[in-house]
C-alpha cells in the first residue's frame, strides 16, 4: 500500500476516534460537584400498589412528598382520548419512610402533566389530555378550574397541551403551554386571564415545547424552552431578560428552585434513536455555575430513563420521576465527598 494511503487511513481512524470521544463525552458526562446519593428503600408501596408514568413530583411544606402519575395508562406520543384514567393519579408518600399516607385523582384524569405546591399547600396540576388547569387543596378538592374539558386553543379561555405552572408570590398564575401552544399565559391569583407571550420558533422569546415554569426568589420567570435546548428568563409582564443555554446543561424537561436560589435541571437530552440516549440532574447556583451533575441513563436504580420532573425536599434531598418505560420515584440525598 501507498505510504501516503497508509497515512490517510490512519488519519482518518484518529480523526473519527476522536469525534466519537468527544461526542460520548458530551452525551455521558461524568458526575461531578457535590455528590448525591440514591436512598434505597423508598418508596415503600402496600402489596398490590404499583406507580405508573411519574409525570409530576412536589413536596408540601409538612415534607409530605405528592407525586402525580398515570397508573394504568401509558403514553407514547399517540393523539389522546378523553377515557378516563380509572386508578387513583396522585400518590403522598411519607418523605422519610416512603410509606403511601394517602391517595386520590381517580377517575378525573386522562393525561397527568405537571404538579406544583404553592406555598398555602395547593396542589396544582396540570393534564394534557383535557387541556386544562386545576388547583385542588392537599386532600384532592378541587378549588378551580382553567381551560375547558377536551377543547384545545390558544385563547384565553384554551390551553393546549398545558405542562406545567408556577405561583408568584402574589397568587399569580403562570401556565407553560405546552405541547401544543408555544406561550405562556399569565392569569391573577382568582383565575382571570392577564396576558399570555410567545409563539413557535427558535428566536429569543419563541418557543418549541415550554416544558416546565418556575419562578426565583426575585420574581423572575424560567421557561425550561425544551425543544431549543435552553431556559429562558422573563419578568412578570413576559418581557425577555436572558437565556441559560450551553452544551453542559443539555436539553432541560423540568426546572425548580430550592430555597437557596440554586436551580434545579432535568436534563433529559435529546432521547432521539440515533445517538447515545442521556439523562442527568444539575444544580446550578444563581450564577448559571453547575455545582453538581449527576445521574446517566438506564433502568439500573440511581439511574434514569426519561426523567420528567424534580422536587427538593425540606431537607434538600431530592426526588425524581419518570415516565417512558422508567415509571418511578427515586430519592437522592447530598452527601460529603
Ligand atoms: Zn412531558
Same mark, same amino acid.
Given at each position: 500500500?501507498?505510504? =501516503? ?7 482518518l ?14 452525551? =455521558?458526562? %461524568? ?5 448525591? %446519593? ?12 404499583s406507580? +405508573?408514568?411519574?409525570?409530576g ?23 389522546? &382520548? ?5 386508578? #387513583? ?15 386520590? !385523582? ?7 402533566? +405537571? ?40 385563547d384565553?379561555?384554551?390551553?393546549n ?9 402574589? +397568587? ?18 382568582? &383565575?382571570? =386571564? ?9 428566536e ?8 416546565s ?8 420567570? =424560567? ?30 424537561? #423540568? ?12 436534563? &433529559? ?28 441513563? !438506564? ?5 434514569f430513563?426519561? *426523567? ?12 425524581i420521576?419518570?415516565?417512558?418505560? !422508567? ?8 452527601? *460529603?465527598?
Open positions: 500500500m501507498k505510504l =501516503y494511503l497508509r497515512i490517510a487511513i490512519v488519519l481512524i484518529f480523526i473519527v476516534g476522536f469525534g466519537f470521544v468527544y461526542e460520548f463525552k458530551k452525551y =455521558y458526562p %461524568q458526575p461531578s460537584g457535590e455528590t448525591y %446519593q440514591l436512598v434505597s428503600n423508598w418508596p415503600q408501596f402496600p402489596e398490590g400498589v406507580i +405508573g408514568q411519574v409525570s413530583v412536589a413536596v408540601a411544606s409538612n415534607g409530605d412528598v405528592f407525586v402525580f402519575h398515570r397508573a394504568e395508562r401509558i403514553w407514547e406520543g399517540e393523539e389522546l &382520548g378523553l377515557d378516563l384514567i380509572q386508578s #387513583a393519579t396522585i400518590f403522598v408518600l411519607d418523605n422519610e419512610t416512603g410509606n403511601l399516607i394517602n391517595s386520590w !385523582g381517580a377517575n378525573f384524569f386522562v393525561m397527568p402533566h +405537571g404538579l406544583t405546591i404553592d406555598k398555602d399547600d395547593n396542589i396544582w396540576l396540570t393534564d394534557v389530555g383535557l387541556h386544562q388547569v386545576f388547583k385542588f387543596d392537599r386532600d384532592g378538592n378541587l378549588l378551580m378550574t382553567l381551560g375547558e374539558r377536551g377543547i384545545s386553543g390558544d384565553e379561555y384554551h390551553f397541551m398545558p405542562t406545567d405552572v408556577a405561583i408568584a408570590s402574589d +397568587g399569580s398564575i403562570y401556565v407553560s403551554d405546552g405541547y401544543g401552544n408555544s406561550r405562556v399565559a399569565k392569569f391573577s391569583a382568582d &383565575g382571570k =386571564y392577564i396576558t399570555s407571550w410567545g409563539s413557535y420558533g427558535t429569543t422569546g419563541q418557543f418549541n415545547t415550554p416544558h415554569i418556575a419562578i426565583d426568589s426575585h420574581g423572575q420567570i =424560567y421557561v425550561a424552552d425544551r425543544g431549543n435546548a435552553r431556559i429562558q428568563i422573563f419578568n412578570e409582564n413576559g418581557e425577555y431578560l436572558s437565556e441559560i443555554k450551553s452544551e453542559s446543561i443539555g436539553r432541560p424537561w #423540568a426546572i425548580r428552585f430550592d430555597n437557596a436560589g440554586n436551580l434545579f435541571l432535568v436534563d &433529559g437530552g435529546d432521547q432521539n434513536q440515533f445517538w447515545f440516549e442521556r439523562a442527568r440532574i444539575l444544580k446550578l447556583d444563581s450564577q448559571g455555575n453547575i455545582l453538581a451533575s449527576f445521574g446517566s441513563y !438506564g433502568e439500573e436504580t440511581g439511574q430513563i426519561w *426523567p420528567h420532573t424534580i422536587a427538593i425536599g425540606i431537607n434538600g434531598e431530592l426526588y420521576g419518570e415516565v417512558a418505560t !422508567g415509571m418511578r420515584i427515586q430519592k437522592f440525598i447530598n452527601a *460529603p465527598n
